[in-house]
């Protein structure tokens, strides 16, 4: 999580937990109290079915709540990677902060999320198919299912920072993406330095 999500989040807290007096709870980290029992651990269990479906609320404090939560949790919250990447779309700038910074703490996601990532990828906003082209590399070969559409996205005119995520990615998946070797060699030839170095890195992980 980088330092400048985690003081978001921290200041977040702080303004929305001053008036709450004593007995402040995770449940209180908003301005309108969010049902305990609907959105606490019971033990040292993460109810993350109940925190994605929060994630779905009308209301952006609860969404913010469940981001945050499934953030604290790390990995146990992996069954929610496709969830997560989804509300990096959120209108609420808060929501997607706690978003993102659950997502870099939430290491590889179940090999399951690779169809649900790999259309987000090919068709979603840039922050969300730049973190499903993360979570995708994070698999490795696993998301060797996903390689038509990074390459796609790494010929693509889009946003220059998806591309240069699913040319990482690509690398990630190595030996399996060597389908793509042609296509990413026609794009090195005229991309942009990172891209290309990015590429070249990912071309000698795949091998010939």
């Given at each position: 999580m980088s330092r400048r999500v985690r003081e978001a989040i921290r200041v977040h807290r702080q303004e929305h937990c001053a008036n709450a007096?004593?007995?402040?709870?995770?449940?209180?980290?908003?301005?309108?109290?969010?049902?305990?029992?609907?959105?606490?651990?019971?033990?040292?269990?993460?109810?993350?079915?109940?925190?994605?479906?929060?994630?779905?609320?009308?209301?952006?404090?609860?969404?913010?709540t469940a981001a945050d939560m499934l953030g604290r949790a790390g990995g146990l919250a992996s069954a929610a990677a496709v969830h997560l990447v989804r509300a990096c779309g959120d209108t609420d700038e808060r929501v997607r902060e706690a978003v993102v910074a659950a997502l870099e703490d939430l290491g590889p996601p179940p090999s399951g999320a690779v169809p649900g990532l790999t259309d987000i990828a090919a068709a979603a906003?840039?922050?969300?198919?730049?973190?499903?082209?993360?979570?995708?590399?994070?698999?490795?070969?696993?998301?060797?299912?996903?390689?038509?559409?990074?390459?796609?996205?790494?010929?693509?005119?889009?946003?220059?920072?998806?591309r240069e995520r699913a040319a990482w990615a690509l690398g990630r998946i190595g030996p399996a993406a060597a389908a793509s070797r042609e296509r990413l060699l026609r794009v090195a030839a005229t991309g942009e330095p990172r891209l290309k170095r990015l590429i070249d890195e990912a071309l000698a992980a795949i091998g010939r």
């Open positions: 007096g004593p007995g402040t709870t995770i449940g209180r980290l908003t301005q309108r109290p969010i049902p305990l029992e609907d959105i606490l651990p019971v033990g040292d269990v993460i109810p993350v079915a109940l925190l994605v479906d929060r994630l779905g609320s009308p209301d952006a404090d609860v969404r913010l906003g840039p922050l969300e198919a730049y973190w499903a082209a993360t979570l995708l590399g994070r698999l490795g070969g696993d998301a060797a299912g996903a390689v038509p559409v990074l390459t796609a996205c790494v010929e693509s005119a889009g946003d220059i920072a998806v």
